[in-house]
């Protein structure tokens, strides 16, 4: 069995140099997948100070891509983990990154509370794990942590637990490295390759808006005052971990809904 694939997502990064130093945090732990969501620069990646900063990761942001929205970043993920310093009172739990991964990878665990909820996933049918940055100006918006399984925090001083976005990622994919190594060794392993069996979040994404819709056609859901469905849905198939053909049936449902609801 192989390690799933890793992607770093930067969403809509405000300074040039912090993407340079990401890119060396994760070539130094082995990663290379960094796509960078709306940055404030669209030549991002090849600004002198991203070039300067990078240090000998100049392949990294050779790789990296920039795209419009977080879906297109999302495309062939299926286990996705947000980073916030405060947990939200509604959404994902939230978890240290350590325990998350010893509860991902189904090794021992030492820390974790026992009563924490199980992780659902699939290590032979998993595409990919992200890991989302939010803006170093405001961090991650609300709707974009509620999309995600997990919501990771980096135990901080709680006197100052402010960290650098470039520092962030190299604690997470140090950690994460870690994981992967008791799990399938050091950094001689390949990444996943096999064709996906599970819905990648994009295509989640997909599927929620269609029932968004048919829950409004039918009169299920006002969307003057949503009560937190379709984030509370979102959590729900986080956790079901569907396949693109149980995606298929769900869609289908969708759209059976919205042809009874039309006048005949």
């Not at 960094?34 to 790789?63: F, K, M, Q, T, Y």
């Not at 709680?158 to 950094?187: C, I």
Request: aromatic share 6%; net charge neutral; proline share 7%.
């Amino acid at each position: 069995m192989s390690p799933p694939r890793t992607r770093f997502v930067l969403i809509e990064t405000s300074h040039a140099g912090n993407v340079g130093a990401v890119a060396r945090a994760m070539k130094v732990m082995g990663f290379d997948d960094l796509v960078l969501v709306n940055p404030r620069w669209p030549d991002v990646l090849s600004r002198p100070e991203a070039v300067e900063r990078a240090s000998g990761a100049a392949d990294v942001l050779a790789r990296a891509r920039c795209v419009a929205t977080l879906d297109e970043a999302l495309v062939g993920m299926t286990h996705l983990c947000a980073t916030a310093m405060t947990p939200r009172d509604f959404g994902p739990p939230t978890r240290a990154p350590r325990d998350h991964f010893d509860l991902l990878l189904k090794q021992e665990l030492l820390t974790l509370d026992q009563q924490a909820p199980a992780v659902d996933f699939d290590l032979e049918s998993a595409q990919g794990v992200a890991f989302l940055f939010g803006s170093e100006r405001y961090g991650m918006r609300n709707q974009d942590v509620y999309r995600c399984h997990v919501a990771l925090s980096i135990p901080t001083d709680p006197d100052y637990g402010s960290l650098n976005l470039a520092a962030a990622v190299q604690l997470l994919a140090y950690d994460w490295r870690q994981a992967l190594a008791g799990r399938f060794g050091g950094f001689d392993v390949t990444p996943a390759t096999a064709a996906p069996r599970h819905a990648d979040a994009a295509q989640l994404a997909a599927m929620l808006a269609h029932w968004q819709q048919a829950l409004v056609d039918v009169g299920f859901l006002d969307p003057a005052a949503p009560r937190k469905l379709m984030p509370r849905l979102q959590q729900l198939f986080n956790r079901a971990q569907p396949t693109l053909e149980e995606l298929h049936i769900l869609r289908g449902i969708a759209r059976a809904m919205q042809d009874a609801s039309r006048p005949r």
